[in-house]
C-alpha cells in the first residue's frame, strides 16, 4: 500500500459545481496535512495546511478524520481558474526526528465553462 | 514575497554527461529539500539538508547523484552520468522551523531536465 493514495481523476466539472477529492494515508502518527495545487509543468504551491480538524479558506475546505486516515478538500463554486493538479502531502518523522513530506500523485481537476 | 530560486529552469543534456542544478531558498530558512518528479507522479525527496548537513539522503542514487550546501545557505545537485530515466523536474523547496516541527514547504520553480 502506498503512504499517500489519491484517485488521480480527472474530476470534471461544470463552473459553479462543488467538487472533493480524498487523500487517504497510512502512517496513523503524522500530525500535519497539506494541499498543494500544481499548474502543468509548474511548481507546486502551497494551498492550505491542515494540522487539527480542518481548515477553511473562502471557497476552499480541508478536512482531517484521522479515525479513517483521510483528508479531504472541498471547491465550492468551482471556476475556470480551479483546473489543476491537488497534491496531498503528509508529513513523517523520520528516526532523526527531521519532518519530511511524503507526496500523493495527485488529482487532476479539470472545470469547464 | 520571497522566494525559492532554481537555475537553470530548463537542461537538455546527453547521457552520460554531467548536469548540475542550483537552488537559493528563501532567505532565513534553515532546512532545504531537493525533489524529483516523475510526470503523472507526486514529488519524490531526494534529499534534505539542515543548514549545512544532511539529514535524509535515503533515496538519493548516490552511484550518480550528489548534493552540496556548503555554507548552509544555496545547494547544488549533480548527476554525472545522466541517464535517460533522469529525465523529470528537479525542484527544490524550503522550510523554516526546527526539527520535529509543523511546518510549511516553499517550492521554488523547478529545472526541467531531459536526457537525450
Known amino acids: 500500500r502506498k503512504e499517500v493514495e489519491q484517485d488521480p481523476g480527472p474530476f470534471n466539472v461544470p463552473e459553479g459545481a462543488t467538487v472533493a477529492f480524498n487523500c487517504t494515508y497510512s502512517n496513523s502518527a503524522s500530525q500535519s496535512f497539506f494541499w498543494y495545487r500544481q499548474d502543468c509543468r509548474k511548481e507546486p504551491k502551497l494551498l492550505m495546511s491542515v494540522y487539527s480538524s480542518g481548515n477553511e479558506d473562502g471557497r476552499f475546505t480541508a478536512q482531517l478524520n484521522r479515525a479513517s486516515q483521510y483528508i479531504s478538500l472541498l471547491i465550492r463554486d468551482s471556476k475556470l481558474s480551479d483546473s489543476a493538479t491537488y497534491l496531498c502531502a503528509v508529513n513523517d518523522l523520520d528516526g532523526g526526528g527531521y519532518n519530511k513530506l511524503i507526496f500523493g500523485a495527485g488529482t487532476r481537476l479539470a472545470v469547464h465553462p | 514575497e520571497a522566494e525559492v530560486a532554481q537555475s537553470p529552469r530548463y537542461k537538455i543534456t546527453e547521457k552520460s554527461q554531467a548536469v548540475a542544478f542550483w537552488c537559493d531558498p528563501i532567505?532565513?530558512?534553515?532546512?532545504l529539500y531537493w525533489y524529483r518528479q516523475i510526470l503523472g507522479q507526486g514529488p519524490e525527496l531526494l534529499v534534505q539538508?539542515?543548514?549545512?548537513?544532511?539529514?535524509?539522503d535515503s533515496q538519493l542514487p548516490k552511484d550518480r547523484f550528489s548534493a552540496e550546501r556548503l555554507k548552509g545557505v544555496d545547494s547544488t545537485l549533480k548527476i554525472q552520468p545522466a541517464e535517460l530515466g533522469d529525465s523529470a523536474m528537479y525542484l527544490c523547496?524550503?522550510?523554516?522551523?526546527?526539527?520535529?516541527?509543523?511546518?510549511?514547504?516553499?517550492f521554488g520553480p523547478g529545472t526541467r531536465l531531459t536526457v537525450t
Open positions: 532567505s532565513g530558512h534553515a532546512t
Open positions: 523547496a524550503s522550510s523554516s522551523p526546527d526539527r520535529g516541527e509543523t511546518y510549511e514547504q516553499y
Open positions: 539538508f539542515q543548514d549545512e548537513s544532511v539529514v535524509d
